[in-house]
C-alpha cells in the first residue's frame, strides 16, 4: 500500500528565510505526486503537482518541489518566505499504476509558523 | 469559474443519527471525491465517483455512502453516527481520473 510521511511536524522560520519541506512516500510505481496547503478551519489549495518529465516542477506563491525517485522524495521549496505562508502544508501521493491522479494518500502534515 | 462548493459549513448531530453533506463539483468535472479529515490529520480517502458511478473506496464502513448526479453534484451520507466521525469532510473535484483535485472548503461534523 503506498504511504506519505512528512517527518516534520511543525517548522518555525524567519520571514524572507528559506524553507523546505520534506516528503517521502512509498510506492511501487513512479507516482503521481502533489503539495496542497491548508489554512485554519479551510480547504485544501493545490501548490504544485508532478506526473511525470522533469523532476524539478513549479508551483503557485512562488513554491517548487524536485522529485528525487532515488530517495523517494518530494520535498517543498520556497527560498523566501512571506508571513502569509504560515499554514498546514500536506504532501500527497496519487496511483499512478491504475491512472488515477485523484485518490490520494496524504501524509500528516507539516504545520509552518512565520515569525517576523 | 465557480470553485468547489460544500454545505452546510457547519454541521452539529447527535450519535447514532444520519447525516448528508452536499458537494458542487467546479465546472467541467466529472470525478468527485471524499476526504474526512481528522482534527491533526491529513485527510483521508472516502471514496470517488466518476460519471456517477463509484470508482473506488478507501478503508470505511459501509454506513459512509454516496451519490453522484447527472450534474456531477455528489452527496455523502453517514448513517449510525459516531463520535469518531467528528471530523472535517472534505470534497474535491477534477476534469477526469488522470487530473488533479480541487478541494472545496469543508464541512465540519460534530456528533455529540
Known amino acids: 500500500a503506498q504511504s506519505v510521511t512528512q517527518p516534520d511536524i511543525h517548522i518555525t522560520v524567519s520571514e524572507g528565510a528559506s524553507l523546505e519541506l520534506r516528503c517521502n512516500y512509498s510506492?511501487?510505481?513512479?507516482?503521481?505526486l502533489f503539495w496542497y496547503v491548508q489554512s485554519p478551519g479551510q480547504g485544501l489549495q493545490l501548490l504544485l503537482k508532478?506526473?511525470?518529465?522533469?523532476?524539478l516542477v513549479q508551483g503557485i506563491k512562488g513554491f517548487e518541489a524536485e522529485f528525487k525517485r532515488s530517495q523517494s522524495s518530494f520535498n517543498l521549496r520556497k527560498p523566501s518566505v512571506h508571513w502569509s505562508d504560515a499554514a498546514e502544508y500536506f504532501c500527497?501521493?496519487?496511483?499512478?499504476?491504475?491512472?488515477?491522479?485523484?485518490?490520494?494518500?496524504f501524509g500528516t502534515g507539516t504545520r509552518l509558523q512565520v515569525t517576523l | 469559474e465557480t470553485g468547489v462548493t460544500q454545505s452546510p459549513t457547519h454541521l452539529i448531530k447527535t450519535r447514532g443519527q444520519q447525516v448528508t453533506l452536499r458537494c458542487s463539483s467546479q465546472?467541467?468535472?466529472?470525478?468527485v471525491s471524499w476526504y474526512q479529515q481528522a482534527l491533526g490529520q491529513g485527510p483521508q480517502f472516502i471514496f470517488q465517483?466518476?460519471?456517477?458511478?463509484?470508482?473506488g473506496r478507501g478503508n470505511f464502513p459501509p454506513r459512509f455512502s454516496g451519490l453522484q448526479f447527472p450534474n456531477y453534484s455528489s452527496e455523502l451520507n453517514v448513517n449510525a453516527l459516531e463520535l469518531d466521525d467528528s471530523a472535517l469532510y472534505l470534497c474535491?473535484?477534477?476534469?477526469?481520473?488522470?487530473?488533479?483535485?480541487?478541494f472545496g472548503p469543508g464541512t465540519r461534523l460534530t456528533v455529540t
Open positions: 474535491a473535484s477534477s476534469t477526469g481520473l488522470l487530473y488533479e483535485q480541487y
Open positions: 510506492y511501487g510505481a513512479t507516482p503521481y
Open positions: 508532478y506526473f511525470s518529465g522533469d523532476t
Open positions: 500527497a501521493v496519487g496511483q499512478a499504476n491504475t491512472g488515477t491522479a485523484s485518490k490520494l494518500t
Open positions: 465546472s467541467g468535472h466529472n470525478t
Open positions: 465517483y466518476y460519471r456517477e458511478e463509484e470508482n
